[in-house]
């Protein structure tokens, strides 16, 4: 009663190997439905680091472009000024020193002083005396003023006429001009007055007659 046949049991094996085969048929399918899968990710990868790597090309290509741009514009732009500016002042200086006197034309003006005392007898006369000690020490004074106006005047004049050899169209700065006009003032100003002191015509020598 509880034994069963032998074609139970072979019905019952062979129930088992179809479900076995079913699984392993199932298994196959999910394997191959899986490996597309992974095959497209792979492809998607692939192509997210192509795009990746042209991102990287535009953006150091657009670095250079923008490095290129800037030095194009420096080089249009030209020099920026500060050697005209400081030429500008410099001429002012210059003819300030022309104006209000040096140390080195004080030295010198003493030295004259000196070698007149020296080389002038006591028994000259008044007017050789005044002359030789006064006079020359005067004119060297008045000399160096003059090479002192003449230099401010000359560099005035450079740092003007700078903008017609630099860059074409590029203006030069307002204050850089007003300076230098003051500089080329105080030149002429002060060469004038070195002339005219240089030839006795301002505040000559006194008679001594």
Do not use: C, H
Request: proline share 3%.
């Amino acid at each position: 009663m509880g034994t069963k046949t032998a074609d139970e049991t072979g019905a019952a094996t062979g129930a088992e190997a179809t479900t076995d085969e079913e699984k392993v048929s199932v298994t196959k399918n999910a394997d191959d439905a899986s490996e597309p899968g992974t095959e497209a990710a792979d492809g998607t990868d692939a192509d997210l680091a192509a795009e990746n790597a042209d991102d990287d090309e535009d953006a150091e290509d657009l670095a250079d472009d923008d490095a290129d741009l800037a030095a194009d514009l420096a080089e249009a732009e030209g020099p920026s000024g500060v050697g005209q500016g400081a030429g500008a002042v410099v001429s002012v200086a210059l003819g300030l020193v022309s104006l209000t006197g040096g140390w080195i034309g004080t030295v010198a003006a003493a030295r004259e002083t000196l070698v007149g005392q020296l080389q002038t007898s006591s028994t000259a006369s008044v007017a050789t005396q005044v002359k030789e000690v006064y006079g020359d020490a005067w004119a060297t004074t008045a000399l160096w003023a003059g090479f002192f106006a003449l230099a401010a005047l000359l560099t005035a004049v450079v740092v003007l006429a700078r903008p017609a050899f630099g860059t074409p169209g590029k203006s030069q700065a307002p204050w850089i001009k007003s300076v230098a006009w003051a500089g080329v003032a105080l030149g002429v100003i002060g060469l004038l007055l070195a002339v005219l002191k240089y030839s006795d015509a301002l505040l000559g020598l006194p008679s001594t007659s």
